[in-house]
């Protein structure tokens, strides 16, 4: 708990402490104290002749009271009187003359004083809702109670932010689609003299890690205009009506600081498809859909203010919100290239210190399929790596460790494990590698190990792809299929015998066979039919639930059948490529065994002549 929570919780304390004081001091003076006498006594004492006066104060509603008796001594006694009329008539009758006797109503307390404790406990319940609420809603001074409807956007001047288009790499083709945006904002005046309208709204789609959010700074930061930045999760609450409030808020206080760019980051958490749902279409989150259409393009003007937003599921946004008129333009953020990749690692390398035997065109041949943020992530393990080692430089060692602990994850060298699972091990990685590095579209190998990961695995078989593949052949997906069965066959060829090692690998198996089949046509018995649903990538649980498969039962079998057939020809064809290369097999899980780790070139040397490469 941090220093101000303390002296928060420390001053309600005290709030509340003395609020309960005051509630028992006015309770403690309400009390009338009654001493221990009694009515008995009080005749014993008027036969003795010790009472000079008594004073009855009664009750208006019964016959009850309180006697105050006062003695020739000059003390004084209380005692209750459950009958005063019993007292009056029959006890103080015979002493009329030698006792004064006065009767009069009980004193109560007024209204205020007997509503004073309510009144006190429900000012220090309403002044601590207040605090406590001013706090969850902003805090300071300034902070409003009920401020649910104001928007939560981070305002960053133009001038604040240093990311520009210098900063940005691997995305050129982005940056040109979105240079039109930045000169409007500089000289709107030239857009509008030649009767072009810009787009009001831009769209990033693409996968996480690519550069959306960054890409959207620096057309803020090469604007010089001011930067409103929101995550859509942010406009919706339990509350009915504050989504919609927030949105309005946002583009109100937009005007005021037109021309700027406001930034919906996730926007898929607001904007998803209207009617998807099990509830009715008056939900909080439709009714903040329905307010940004409005605003973005409704019956108000929305001046000189850009709308950015980010996705990664732009299939399940409303087609509202894509047209023209609100969102006019979609820039695909993909992941870079082997040229994007070189760009985007000098970015990251900038401010670190690289050993001569650092390629960054070599890292960058080897990362296929890693976005900007997976390359940003990669050198800085390697610099940690630098760092360990007391070093103020990176060395190749250190991204090569870097690499594997990205990929694959962090090794657990200390971790004990039996001779007869290690042994069992380094056959089913050797099963992968050999197949790895035979078929001409899956390898090489950069890396076998039978040192268990962080992700649960007992070993790892890392292939190095060296290009950018943009589309997958039938004869990839095949050879893919062969590699991940290629365990399983080593176990079998050497123990007679299977365990559960591979049952990752056959669940990737049949995925990739069954979207062979379903997905991509590439069934020869099936043909050119795509039998998955329209909406097979469908999220919503209300869609799921009235969805029926778009085909029958028959087709279903034979879909079933086309499968097993794939897996057990790929399954015969890996078996008998392994069963070639046996000896090939036992020398890698021997050197497995020994060292626990080997690397490509410690590999391919196993194979003592060249290997005839293997068609499909």
Do not use: W
Request: glycine share 10%; aromatic share 8%.
């Amino acid at each position: 708990m941090n220093k101000g929570a303390k002296s928060g919780l420390g001053f309600y304390l005290v709030i509340m402490l003395i609020a309960f004081l005051g509630i028992y001091m006015v309770y403690q003076s309400m009390q009338q104290p009654v001493e221990e006498y009694t009515i008995n006594q009080f005749k014993s004492d008027l036969e003795e002749g010790k009472v000079t006066k008594v004073v009855i104060s009664q009750n208006q509603e019964v016959p009850t009271g309180v006697a105050s008796v006062s003695f020739k001594t000059g003390a004084s006694r209380t005692f209750f009187i459950s009958d005063v009329n019993e007292i009056t008539n029959q006890v103080l009758a015979d002493y009329a003359d030698e006792v004064k006797v006065y009767v009069s109503d009980v004193d109560r307390p007024g209204l205020f004083v007997s509503i004073l404790p309510y009144l006190i406990v429900g000012g220090v319940c309403i002044f601590l809702f207040m605090m406590v609420t001013s706090q969850t809603t902003g805090g300071g001074g300034g902070s409003k109670v009920m401020g649910f409807g104001k928007s939560k956007a981070k305002v960053t001047d133009g001038e604040d932010i240093d990311v520009d288009f210098s900063k940005v790499a691997g995305l050129q083709e982005e940056k040109e689609e979105v240079k039109e945006i930045v000169d409007f904002l500089k000289e709107p005046q030239r857009f509008v003299d030649a009767g072009a309208r810009i787009p009001k709204g831009i769209i990033m789609v693409g996968p996480p890690g690519t550069g959306k959010t960054l890409l959207a700074k620096a057309i803020a930061g090469e604007a010089k205009v001011p930067f409103f930045s929101i995550s859509g999760s942010d406009f919706v609450e339990m509350f009915v009506g504050v989504g919609a409030a927030r949105v309005r808020d946002l583009f109100e206080e937009a005007k005021r600081n037109s021309p700027c760019i406001i930034f919906i980051d996730e926007i898929d958490a607001v904007a998803r498809r209207r009617g998807s749902g099990l509830g009715g279409g008056h939900d909080e989150r439709e009714q903040t859909l329905n307010q940004m259409l409005v605003e973005m393009d409704g019956f108000g003007v929305n001046e000189g203010i850009i709308v950015i937003a980010a996705t990664n599921r732009v299939d399940i946004l409303d087609p509202a919100i894509l047209r023209p008129g609100r969102f006019d333009r979609k820039v695909a953020v993909g992941k870079p290239d082997v040229k994007g990749r070189e760009e985007i690692l000098a970015v990251h390398t900038r401010d670190k210190s690289l050993a001569e035997d650092v390629d960054l065109h070599q890292i960058a041949r080897t990362t296929a399929g890693f976005a900007g943020a997976d390359l940003e992530n990669l050198m800085n393990e390697a610099a940690i790596y630098a760092a360990r080692d007391m070093r103020k430089f990176v060395k190749k060692e250190d991204i090569d460790k870097a690499f594997i602990k990205v990929g694959i994850g962090t090794e657990k060298k200390s971790r004990l494990i039996p001779e007869k699972e290690k042994k069992l091990t380094a056959y089913h990685e050797a099963g992968h590698a050999i197949l790895f590095h035979l078929l001409p579209d899956v390898g090489p190998v950069y890396a076998v190990s039978i040192i268990p990961t962080g992700v649960g695995a007992a070993g790892y078989t890392m292939p190095l792809p060296e290009n950018d593949n943009v589309f997958l052949t039938k004869g990839k997906m095949l050879q893919d299929i062969k590699v991940s069965l290629g365990g399983r066959i080593a176990e079998e060829l050497t123990f007679k015998d299977v365990t559960t090692g591979a049952s990752q690998d056959i669940k990737q198996a049949t995925a990739y066979a069954r979207a062979m089949v379903t997905k991509y046509g590439m069934s020869d018995k099936l043909g050119l039919i795509n039998y998955e649903s329209e909406e097979g990538d469908e999220v919503f649980l209300g869609r799921d639930l009235g969805h029926a498969r778009p085909y029958g039962e028959a087709i279903a079998k034979s879909i079933d059948k086309e499968v097993k057939r794939i897996i057990d020809e790929c399954y015969a064809d890996a078996r008998r490529i392994i069963e070639e290369n046996i000896d090939v097999l036992h020398r890698c899980s021997e050197l497995l065994i020994e060292k626990e780790r080997i690397d490509r070139a410690e590999f391919e040397a196993l194979f003592e002549a060249p290997a005839a490469t293997i068609e499909d």
